[in-house]
């Protein structure tokens, strides 16, 4: 087995390894269950489904409009959905604070940009 230079302590004593058969599942109210592995699960699969949805759209668009349409569109489109869900539930909005506002609007023409690139 190969001896890595961070498997020593500042001593020059081997650490320990981790013994995996001795770890036992988180308990209380982080723990994992069944019903949260499975929403695990469904939230991972819907999340890889959009990701996939996005690029294939991306490839269909590209010939008939530019980066910056797309990213429009794209744009346009999270703002729709922001603004239904906090129509739907307006105890979203409690936790928005606008602080630092022109940095939070540098951010995003920054992560606008970088899309298009």
Avoid: Y
């Avoid at 036992?24 to 949260?36: D, N």
């Avoid at 592995?37 to 668009?61: C, K, N």
């Avoid at 729709?80 to 936790?95: D, K, M, Y």
């Avoid at 928005?96 to 899309?115: D, E, I």
């Amino acid at each position: 087995m190969t001896d890595w230079p961070h498997s020593r302590g500042p001593d020059g004593q081997r650490v320990p390894t981790l013994d995996w058969d001795q770890l036992s599942p988180p308990q209380g109210k982080g723990g994992a269950s069944r019903t949260r592995l499975g929403w695990l699960v469904v939230w991972m699969s819907g999340t890889l489904l959009s990701f996939i949805v996005a690029a294939l759209s991306v490839r269909m668009l590209s010939e008939k409009l530019t980066a910056f349409e797309m990213m429009s569109v794209r744009s346009a489109g999270g703002l729709i959905i922001l603004f239904l869900l906090a129509a739907a539930r307006p105890e979203v909005l409690e936790g928005l604070r606008a602080h630092r506002l022109p940095l939070q609007a540098a951010r995003n023409l920054v992560h606008f940009v970088s899309q298009i690139c």
